[in-house]
């Protein structure tokens, strides 16, 4: 149960487009379809962004992106806005209904 | 409105216990499973448990296997999470979150401190 890795720390400027990426194993991104991305604002609950590698819950806007690639999934954020800068997390499922979240990276909107 | 809402953290000494609970409201809660999540003050997510919809199959993270407890009660849409032998490492945000394509509806949490 490693936590999955990703950049501590991405910027963009406003209109620019930034890509988090986010890599695991075989055993949890690489194995399953089930990646997540969730956006955490400063003391506030996390959100779901994207479920199941690309899936994109109603009311988030189409600029986010989710895709895969092997053991490294990837959350792209284009048209950057000052809304978007906040903590975001890849979570992966890790079979036996375990769960994997990575640890987080800072998204500062310059 | 869907809404989970968290209760029952607190401060609580090294090797003690609490049980945490999570409010169901407007959808199906004996249709889903479930997870809990916590944050350690300014750390990232991680996962802790997981149960589903009728409470056979409980999954733990490594961290607190043999500690705490998972269960629900479907006819009350409630969720719990039974801590014992907390530990200072166990002090955390604890989030509960429904599991249905991606982990959906989460609460603000109830924070759990871990201190004598």
């Known amino acids: 149960q490693s936590a999955l890795t990703q950049p501590r720390s991405v910027s963009g400027s406003p209109g620019q487009s930034v890509t988090i990426s986010c890599t695991g194993t075989s055993s949890d991104v690489g194995g399953y379809n089930y990646v997540s991305w969730y956006q955490q604002h400063p003391g506030k609950a996390p959100k779901l962004m994207i479920y199941?590698?690309?899936g994109r819950p109603s009311g988030v806007p189409d600029r986010f992106s989710g895709s895969k690639s092997g053991n490294t999934a990837s959350l792209t954020i284009s048209g950057l806005q000052a809304e978007d800068e906040a903590d975001y997390y890849c979570c992966s499922f890790a079979g036996s209904y375990t769960f994997v979240f990575g640890g987080g990276t800072k998204l500062t909107v310059l | 409105e869907v809404q989970v809402v968290e209760s029952g953290g607190g401060l609580v000494q090294p090797g003690g216990s609490l049980r945490l609970s999570c409010a169901a409201s407007e959808f199906t809660f004996s249709s889903y499973g479930m997870v809990w999540v916590r944050q350690a003050p300014g750390k990232g997510l991680v996962w802790v448990s997981h149960?589903?919809?009728?409470?056979?199959?409980?999954n733990y993270a490594d961290s607190v296997k043999g500690r705490f407890a998972i269960s629900r009660d479907n006819a009350k849409n409630t969720l719990y999470l039974q801590m014992n032998s907390l530990r200072a490492e166990d002090t955390a945000v604890y989030y509960c979150?429904?599991?249905?394509?991606?982990?959906?509806?989460w609460g603000q949490g109830t924070l759990v401190t871990v201190s004598s």
């Open positions: 979150a429904k599991n249905k394509e991606g982990l959906r509806f």
């Open positions: 199941d590698v690309s």
């Open positions: 149960i589903n919809s009728d409470g056979s199959s409980k």
